[in-house]
């Protein structure tokens, strides 16, 4: 298993990767952690004449954590999970990563390439889809930043233009209860079903919840009818059945090798339940 | 036909280099090249973990790296884990407690092993199961490679590992 030929380039900073891209155009693409892509690679599926490896792009690194938390893209799933600051003040990340594939692979696996690939079992895109998180993007027009609600098209196909590196994802702290819930069949396996939940309360009701559906469709979902079924309840009883069958109405699950569609609904229901529980006792 | 390129690597200590594709593996390079045979190729689709080494600090599966990413790298392979005095106390306690049977996954094992007590020196069992996750064994049942894991953690703490009930069966701390 051996991918064909390519010329490999290292830069050091966004502009020199850029300018591979400028250069060889869609025979051209970045490896982050490349374990969605070497694989790819060595199945002969995907054939790229140019790898540019970001590893040295020292801007492309780095956690802050304020009112406002930016993750550089080519932090990886390792770097996250101790990072101490950002699990103190967005331990649903910490929580989601935990339950990426194994060690190994959270060594190398990056939060960037994580969002940036498409694949509907990624766990991050998700759980940026709960977070309202916002992906800044670079190419050679300069810098934009697009909202993770909006970023993601259909599998493997975002609103990312060829020539751009998605560098850096941004979204405010979250303030509330949180949960990531993720079912699968053994560990290290993608999800099939998983939910990301944050949940504010106040004097026992709920002021706001953000619910996220991860592998359910070719997307990662949204489901703000699933939030707003909760917000002014305790969360319990009627205001959740009503939740997950709003989550229900929003999903579009495929028969695949983790099970048919009617099966991918009922897991979702349980996690999702689970999730918000989880969420509700911990705001 | 892409050009070679000049890989320098220190392996188990000592300072290497070759010419090589940027597309060849890690696992390839370090196998054919510099005849580091302890990693092994299992699945070679990063799931088994039998090519674990360890790069710079970090637990990887050489094949699922490319060579030219590990360009100026640092790797221990379990070639680099005996000493002239004798074997690492992670070998001597897989030995100890058969924690192994056909032997393919141990290089894996005890170098993810060896990283997993250095970034946590004295792990309960269920970190162990937790933090060896990404290495696949199909003969023991994983059973014995926890307990030798346990042991020479005990070990490394200054315990005597067969005092250590962590160590130790249900049965046998009844």
Known sequence: MIPPAFEYHRPTDIAGALGVIAEHGDEARVIAGGHSLIPMMKLRMVEIAHLIDLQDVADLKGISVGETIRIGAMVTQHDLINDEALAEAAPILREAALQIADPQVRYCGTVGGNVANGDPGNDMPGLMQCLDATFTLVGPEGSREVPAREFYEAAYTTTREDDEILTAISFAKPSSGY????????????????????????????????????????????????????????????????????????????????????????????????AIARAVDRA | MAEKMHLKLTINGEQVETLCEPRELLIHVLRERFNITGPHIGCETSHCGACTVDLDGKSVKACTLFAAQAQGAAITTVEGLASPEGMHVLQEMFREHHGLQCGYCTPGMITRAWRLLQENPDPTEEEVRFGMAGNLCRCTGYQNIIKAILAAAAIMNGRDAAADDAVKTPEEVA
């Open chain 1, 179 to 274: 949960a990531y819930e993720k079912q699968k069949r053994k560990i290290g396996d993608y999800a099939t079903a998983a939910a990301a939940v944050l949940i504010g309360k106040d004097a026992g009701k709920i002021t706001s919840a953000s619910i996220a559906m991860t592998n359910l469709s070719d997307i990662p979902i949204f489901s703000e009818a699933a939030g707003d079924a909760l917000t002014g309840t305790d969360g319990t009883g009627e205001a959740l059945d009503k939740a997950v069958a709003a989550m229900l109405a929003d999903i579009d699950p495929t028969e695949d090798n983790r099970g048919p569609v009617e099966f991918k609904k009922h897991v979702a229901g349980v996690i999702l339940r689970r």
